[in-house]
T-cell receptor, first 114, second 113 residues
Framework: KAGVTQTPRYLIKTRGQQVTLSCSPISGHRSVSWYQQTPGQGLQFLFEYFSETQRNKGNFPGRFSGRQFSNSRSEMNVSTLELGDSALYLC?????????????FGSGTRLTVV | KQEVTQIPAALSVPEGENLVLNCSFTDSAIYNLQWFRQDPGKGLTSLLLIQSSQREQTSGRLNASLDKSSGRSTLYIAASQPGDSATYLCAVRGLDSGYALNFGKGTSLLVTP
C-alpha cells in the first residue's frame, strides 16, 4: 500500500517567488495536514483539510495557503517567499475525521529560499 | 496553549542498553499521543499511538506509556541497537487543538556499537 507521497523532494527558490508543494495521501485517507519543520521552531502546524474543507489553521501569515481536491490530494502554496520560509514541509494523512486515528507522514519537501 | 517538552534533548548509549525517553505535556485534555521516529533529513515514521483511555501500547522492542493526569508519557526501548539511532518525537492531539498535533522538540538518540 503506497504511503503519503510528497513532491517535489527538494526545491530551491529565490526570495520573492512563490512555490507550490503537492501531497498525495494514502488511498482512502480524507484528512490531510501540513507542517513546517525548522531547527529553531521544530514542527509547527500549518493547516488541515478534510473533504476539500479547511478545518483548522495554524498561526502562519496569509502567504501560506492550501487546498484539497476531490481526490483528497492537497497542495500548499507559499507566496512572496522569505529566507525564513526555508524548511522541511511535511504532509500527513489520516483515515477519517475521527480524532482517535493517528497520522501517517510523508518524506517531506525540503524548501531552500536564497 | 498546549506545550510539549521532551527530555533529554540528546542521549548517547552503548548498544544493548534499555532506555527511556520522556515526554510531558501541560494540558491533560487530550485525545491521544503519538510517538514518531525521524531519521536525518527524512519524514516521520509512526511508532506508537496511545489513546487517552489507554495506559500503554507495545510494538516489538518499544513500549509507550501514558499517564494523562500527570501529563506524561514515556517511550521505553529495550535492547537498543545502532539502527535505533534517530530523533524521537512525541506529539499530542489535544481537545483544544482539534485536528492539529502539538510536537515536542524531540530527543536525538545515538546508539554506539
Amino acid at each position: 500500500k503506497a504511503g503519503v507521497t510528497q513532491t517535489p523532494r527538494y526545491l530551491i527558490k529565490t526570495r520573492g517567488q512563490q512555490v507550490t508543494l503537492s501531497c498525495s495521501p494514502i488511498s482512502g485517507h480524507r484528512s490531510v495536514s501540513w507542517y513546517q519543520q525548522t531547527p529553531g521552531q521544530g514542527l509547527q502546524f500549518l493547516f488541515e483539510y478534510f473533504s476539500e474543507t479547511q478545518r483548522n489553521k495554524g498561526n502562519f501569515p496569509g502567504r501560506f495557503s492550501g487546498r484539497q481536491f476531490s481526490n483528497s490530494r492537497s497542495e500548499m502554496n507559499v507566496s512572496t517567499l522569505e529566507l525564513g520560509d526555508s524548511a522541511l514541509y511535511l504532509c500527513a494523512s489520516s483515515l477519517a475525521e475521527q480524532v482517535t486515528y493517528g497520522y501517517t507522514f510523508g518524506s517531506g519537501t525540503r524548501l531552500t529560499v536564497v | 496553549k498546549q506545550e510539549v517538552t521532551q527530555i533529554p534533548a540528546a542521549l548517547s548509549v552503548p548498544e544493548g542498553e534499555n532506555l527511556v525517553l520522556n515526554c510531558s505535556f501541560t494540558d491533560s485534555a487530550i485525545y491521544n499521543l503519538q510517538w514518531f521516529r525521524q531519521d536525518p533529513g527524512k519524514g516521520l515514521t509512526s511508532l506508537l499511538l496511545i489513546q487517552s483511555s489507554q495506559r500503554e501500547q507495545t510494538s516489538g522492542r518499544l513500549n509507550a506509556s501514558l499517564d494523562k493526569s500527570s501529563g506524561r508519557s514515556t517511550l521505553y526501548i529495550a535492547a537498543s541497537q545502532p539502527g535505533d539511532s534517530a530523533t524521537y518525537l512525541c506529539a499530542v492531539r489535544g481537545l483544544d487543538s482539534g485536528y492539529a498535533l502539538n510536537f515536542g522538540k524531540g530527543t536525538s538518540l545515538l546508539v554506539t556499537p
